[in-house]
């Protein structure tokens, strides 16, 4: 069995129930699956949470398996030799599996108790109210046990999802445990990565155990499919090794359009991104007035001045100077445009922009280029392209793209849609950041950082993926996955800063040489 496999598919609530359902049928006994997570739970609870620190561990204990799952941690810890409280608001409705358990934890003598109060000394709550699979809202007496629970602001591990949120959106039913720690199991829940969850999953972990990868394929391949990135995934899409016979044309040739002189700094970025990707030839179109600062930063690269004024534009024209002289844009792999440029450049007119869309090789836009898109109806053009089309939106600007779609009631569906509508790769930053192709494969990046939430973070990333994607045969490998190994990476590369430079947020330049660490680090795996 793969477990990279495992650790990359997300599933909903009813795909989750029927991959439980068919380990079932074939043979596997419930009480011997629940055994087996929860085993890997309480080894894993041990290790992250060692016995000198955390001696007394309380429990909120639900009357479903989620349940059961919660009584069979709390007896082997209990065996480990930490001290165990047990809460059970709802032993009386226990279903046959959770009775089973707790009457043979009753009969070890663990300590029950009969208030969620008895719980406030506790090092460490386990929640093991709800699982997977709850739709309805938590009220009464259960809701004012979490509020009191959350109340305590102590740590707290959720096992597989936090008690309170749905396992498809994410929403918040009533109220929801604030976790600090959420050990999921067997496959990741989709609801973890819907951003109403954020601020109640905490740190997340998976928990394996070992569901074979044909099942799940059996399941998932029925719909669109939503993956995690992984290191191991992140490696293979990476142009390493070098052939010991390449050249710098054979390692991609990446045009950056970018800019202004309101916005040097995202051009000199944008720069230090695409430099970091270790793209063979580098051009830069910038405006004429500070083409020579770029030259300084990048004296490796092609930099070529735009005209800013008529006037310039009527003297190259005098001399016979073309827009294709300028730039020729067929000849490169792949154009990223926007970062930094101004809409009242006069180069960026119209008639550049629509021929920018009509080019036939990969297209990035970023940042003001994705303005560009909100005229005429440029987005219809968009559609109809043949060639590779990556935007990159934060919130905020998916919005404007998109004011119909609400990225706040499911995250994932309402970006497949935005991409299948423009038949394009999506990638959407965020605390979670998640690419979609054409709404047919989405890719979510767990880990994130808040070192990134610093002006020029995604400047770097434009050219970071641009210099990717121009190096690799995307009749090989899908646009997609190496639009999410470049986020991937990029997030790495702020993680890598803060633990070794500041966790005052990361500014571009440093951000780009963490990138090149991440790398190194990847690639030594």
Request: aromatic content about 8%; charged content about 20%.
């Amino acid at each position: 069995m793969n477990i990279n496999y495992i650790k990359e598919k997300i599933v909903t609530a009813h795909q989750m129930h029927e991959i439980e359902q068919k380990i079932f049928t074939e043979g596997m006994p419930g009480a011997s699956l629940m055994e087996k997570a929860t085993l890997l739970c309480a080894q894993k609870i041990s290790q992250d949470y060692p016995l000198n620190n955390y001696k007394l561990i309380g429990f909120i204990i639900g009357n479903g398996h989620n349940g059961g799952d919660g009584l069979v941690i709390a007896r082997e810890l209990f065996f480990k030799n930490y001290q165990v409280k047990l809460y059970t608001p709802l032993a009386e409705k226990s279903k046959t599996l959770t009775a089973q358990h707790l009457q043979y934890a009753q009969f070890l003598n663990l300590n029950f108790v009969t208030n969620i109060n008895d719980l406030k000394d506790s090092d460490l709550i386990i929640d093991c109210l709800f699982g997977f699979g709850l739709n309805r809202d938590i009220n009464n007496s259960l809701a004012d046990d979490i509020l009191i629970i959350n109340s305590w602001q102590k740590l707290i591990i959720s096992i597989d999802v936090p008690s309170g949120i749905h396992t498809d959106t994410g929403a918040v039913l009533g109220v929801a445990i604030k976790a600090s720690h959420t050990l999921c199991l067997g496959l990741w829940k989709l609801g973890l990565f819907q951003s109403s969850a954020w601020e109640y999953t905490g740190k997340l972990d998976i928990i394996d155990i070992g569901i074979p990868n044909n099942l799940v394929s059996q399941i998932i391949n029925k719909s669109p499919t939503i993956k995690m990135m992984t290191a191991v995934k992140a490696k293979t899409i990476l142009p390493l090794p070098r052939a010991i016979n390449t050249h710098k044309y054979k390692q991609g040739n990446l045009l950056l359009i970018c800019g202004s002189k309101e916005y040097p700094g995202a051009a000199l970025l944008a720069g230090y991104g695409a430099k970091s990707s270790g793209v063979g030839m580098l051009t830069l179109a910038v405006p004429e007035s500070f083409k020579f600062l770029l030259l300084n930063h990048f004296p490796f690269a092609l930099v070529i001045g735009l005209p800013e004024t008529n006037s310039q534009a009527c003297a190259q024209r005098a001399v016979g100077i073309t827009f294709d002289d300028l730039l020729f844009l067929n000849k490169y792999d792949t154009i990223v445009f926007g970062m930094g440029i101004s809409q009242k450049n006069l180069f960026f007119n119209e008639k550049f922009f629509e021929k920018l869309l009509n080019t036939e090789k990969p297209l990035i836009i970023d940042a003001d280029g994705l303005s560009y898109l909100l005229k005429n109806n440029y987005l219809e053009i968009l559609s109809k392209r043949k060639f590779s089309t990556i935007l990159t939106p934060h919130e905020g600007e998916f919005k404007r793209l998109f004011p119909d779609l609400d990225l706040n009631i499911d995250r994932f569906s309402t970006l497949q849609q935005a991409a299948k509508r423009i038949n394009s790769t999506i990638l959407l930053k965020g605390a979670k950041t998640m690419i979609s192709y054409q709404g047919e494969k989405t890719w979510i990046i767990n880990e994130g950082t808040a070192a990134l939430a610093r002006g020029g973070s995604g400047d770097v990333l434009s050219g970071f993926i641009g210099g990717l994607v121009a190096q690799k045969d995307l009749t090989n490998h899908p646009i997609e996955d190496i639009v999410a190994t470049a986020a991937w990476l990029h997030q790495q590369g702020g993680i890598l800063a803060t633990q070794e430079y500041t966790q005052m947020g990361v500014d571009g330049v440093t951000l780009a040489d963490y990138i090149n660490k991440a790398i190194r680090i990847l690639s030594n795996k």
